[in-house]
């Protein structure tokens, strides 16, 4: 039997390809690990115009208790008016998993945290998750596209 030089020939081929891949997506979630951290460095500082810059334009969050928020201009005003009524006194996440598919990712992790009400009055710390779902833009960079959260804590 003679031997087929095609198959030997695209054996490293797809070998090379498959790496390739490999490291697109290391990099893709190194990025996003670099965009989620300006994310939260946004939020924790009430910095709401950095926050908006971070967003796709048709951005969504969601809430717990509400109703969702949508587009930079919605998220801004209420990103606005939660910083007025609060600020976070200690946050730290902690990642389920990040997964990237083609120009969408999404992150799913558990958060602890402490808010206190700018007003004066007694922190509550809480724990929860949170789910993000990022999209790359036509210039490659990624953004937060959706923002889901809610808390583990049993009401009271």
């Given at each position: 039997m003679k031997p087929n030089w095609m198959l030997f020939a695209a054996i490293p081929l797809a070998i090379?390809?498959?790496?390739?891949?490999?490291?697109?997506?290391?990099?893709?979630?190194?990025?996003?690990?670099?965009?989620q951290k300006q994310v939260d460095a946004a939020i924790i500082?009430?910095?709401?115009?950095?926050?908006?810059?971070?967003?796709?334009?048709?951005?969504?969050?969601?809430?717990?208790?509400?109703?969702?928020?949508?587009?930079?201009?919605?998220?801004?005003?209420?990103?606005?008016?939660?910083?007025?009524?609060?600020?976070?006194?200690?946050?730290?996440?902690?990642d389920d998993e990040v997964v990237v598919a083609d120009d969408w990712a999404f992150r799913?992790?558990?958060?602890?945290?402490?808010?206190?009400?700018?007003?004066?009055?007694?922190?509550?710390r809480d724990s929860g998750k949170f789910i993000i779902i990022y999209r790359r833009g036509l210039d490659g960079s990624w953004r937060v596209a959706r923002d889901i959260w809610n808390s583990s804590t049993e009401p009271r």
């Open positions: 090379f390809v498959t790496g390739c891949q490999i490291n697109s997506i290391e990099a893709d979630v190194e990025e996003l690990n670099r965009l500082g009430g910095d709401t115009e950095r926050y908006v810059t971070l967003l796709t334009d048709d951005a969504v969050l969601l809430p717990p208790n509400g109703a969702p928020v949508s587009g930079k201009e919605e998220i801004r005003r209420w990103n606005e008016a939660m910083s007025k009524q609060f600020r976070i006194v200690s946050y730290a996440s902690v799913r992790a558990t958060v602890d945290w402490t808010i206190a009400p700018v007003a004066g009055g007694q922190a509550v």
